[in-house]
């Protein structure tokens, strides 16, 4: 049982290159989500998927897009990278009558 | 919308009793959690109120008072290791998503 996972630990990228994130989670939940953590702002919602084939919008969602591949899968794609997505990067799942979300190890993205 | 208010740094020592305070303004409430991050870790969850009162684990106490849109964390017998960031979190107006406060970095020293 892993938990969350995500892909990769790392990246540099420059500036108007596109990447994916990977997240995955083996704990049957319905609910996934993407957030962003800049220092001093906290935890960021970017979008969110309550369910299988849903997607929605959260607090920071502009310059990103995202997948809910199937139940286990929720990626998020930056199509041109800029300086200001420099961020940690967090996936989390939830089932939401547990009340507790549980999170992924984070991506750390530096875009030059 | 949702917003949450919480000291950003507190210091106590070794064996000390800190608490961590919370205000939200939510258009909806089911609930407020309590989370907590190590440096360069990822966030894992402590605790969750629904109701009014105080919530007990062990060292760890939470505190919700929905009246007056309040809530805190408690840590007692602090120790060394409890030097985290801790952040509050109420679901966003779908109920579906949850929206975290800016979070509190607690320091504890010898």
């Known amino acids: 049982n892993a938990g969350v996972t995500q892909t990769p630990k790392f990246q540099v990228l420059k500036t108007g290159q596109s990447m994916t994130l990977q997240c995955a989670q083996d704990?049957?939940?319905?609910?996934m989500y993407w957030y962003r953590q800049d220092p001093g702002m906290g935890l960021r919602l970017i979008y969110y998927?309550?369910?299988?084939?849903?997607?929605d919008k959260g607090e920071v969602p502009n310059g990103y897009n995202v997948s809910r591949l199937n139940k286990r899968e929720f990626s998020l794609r930056l199509e041109s990278a800029a300086p200001s997505q420099t961020s940690v990067y967090f996936c989390?799942?939830?089932?939401?009558?547990?009340?507790?979300?549980?999170f992924g190890p984070g991506t750390r993205l530096l875009v030059l | 919308g949702q917003s949450l208010e919480q000291p950003s740094e507190v210091t106590a020592v070794e064996g000390a009793i800190v608490q961590i305070n919370c205000t939200y303004q939510?258009?909806?409430?089911?609930?407020l959690s309590w989370y907590q991050q190590h440096d360069g870790g990822a966030p894992t969850f402590l605790s969750y109120?629904?109701?009014?009162g105080l919530e007990e684990t062990g060292r760890f106490s939470s505190f919700l008072s929905r009246s007056d849109s309040y809530g805190y964390l408690l840590l007692q017998e602090l120790q060394m290791k409890d030097s985290a960031s801790y952040f509050c979190?109420?679901?966003?107006?779908?109920?579906?998503?949850?929206?975290f406060g800016k979070g509190t970095t607690l320091s504890v020293s010898s």
């Open positions: 989390a799942s939830m089932l939401l009558a547990e009340e507790t979300q549980y």
């Open positions: 704990m049957n939940h319905n609910s």
């Open positions: 998927s309550a369910s299988e084939g849903t997607t």
């Open positions: 939510t258009s909806g409430f089911y609930g």
């Open positions: 109120n629904a109701l009014d």
């Open positions: 979190a109420v679901r966003d107006k779908a109920g579906t998503a949850l929206i």
